[in-house]
């Protein structure tokens, strides 16, 4: 049993043992991504509630491709400079070769007939795999609501651990 305790003095226990599945997605490498995807939508096939939590770097997989110009502070325009656009745009987290590895695993994809990172998430959103964009995480690194996806929840940790609570299998990625 975990308890966390939120800024109110608000507590919310994760004890486990259900039978959905969440996934926490840490990593914007596109590998990392497909990964997820690939579980999530798999998850989702068992007709089990599938939850997928984008925190820090993963938030850039569920960000709009066509983004609204947003005023931002210092920092927030400096990770926007930093970080990958949207799910277009990120690298490998291995054999990245100066940015033509994910070119080229998106043309071996297309050969192998395997769906695109674009592909997977529609389907997972049509699959009703619920996705949570980390408030604190969106906060820090300075994107709006605006420039995720449409069908994003934004929720926090406890939001989260609601969901594990619920789960036999939670992942990390």
């Not at 820090?140 to 929840?153: Q, R, Y």
């Not at 929720?155 to 651990?161: C, F, I, M, S």
């Given at each position: 049993m975990a308890t966390v305790l939120k800024g109110g003095g608000e507590e919310v226990g994760a004890s486990g043992g259900g039978r959905n599945k969440t996934i926490i997605v840490f990593s914007d490498a596109l590998d990392r991504a497909l990964a997820s995807f690939v579980i999530a939508n798999g998850a989702a096939t068992t007709g089990k509630k599938v939850t997928m939590f984008f925190t820090f770097w993963g938030l850039n997989v569920i960000k709009r491709h066509h983004k609204p110009?947003?005023?931002k502070d210092l920092m927030g325009k400096?990770?926007?400079?930093?970080?990958?656009?949207?799910?277009?745009?990120?690298?490998?987290?291995?054999?990245?070769?100066?940015?033509?590895?994910?070119?080229?695993?998106?043309?071996?994809?297309k050969d192998k007939n395997v769906d695109q990172l674009e592909?997977?998430?529609?389907?997972?959103?049509?699959?009703?795999?619920?996705?949570?964009?980390?408030?604190?995480?969106?906060?820090?690194?300075?994107?709006?609501?605006?420039?995720?996806?449409?069908?994003?929840?934004?929720?926090?940790?406890?939001?989260?651990?609601?969901?594990?609570?619920?789960?036999?299998i939670n992942l990390f990625i």
């Open positions: 110009k947003i005023q400096m990770f926007g400079m930093m970080l990958a656009g949207s799910s277009r745009s990120l690298g490998l987290s291995k054999i990245n070769f100066g940015g033509m590895g994910p070119v080229l695993m998106r043309k071996r994809m592909t997977m998430i529609l389907q997972a959103q049509k699959a009703g795999v619920e996705m949570i964009a980390c408030q604190m995480s969106m906060d820090i690194m300075g994107v709006s609501p605006e420039e995720l996806m449409d069908g994003i929840t934004i929720g926090g940790v406890a939001t989260y651990l609601s969901e594990a609570e619920q789960a036999n």
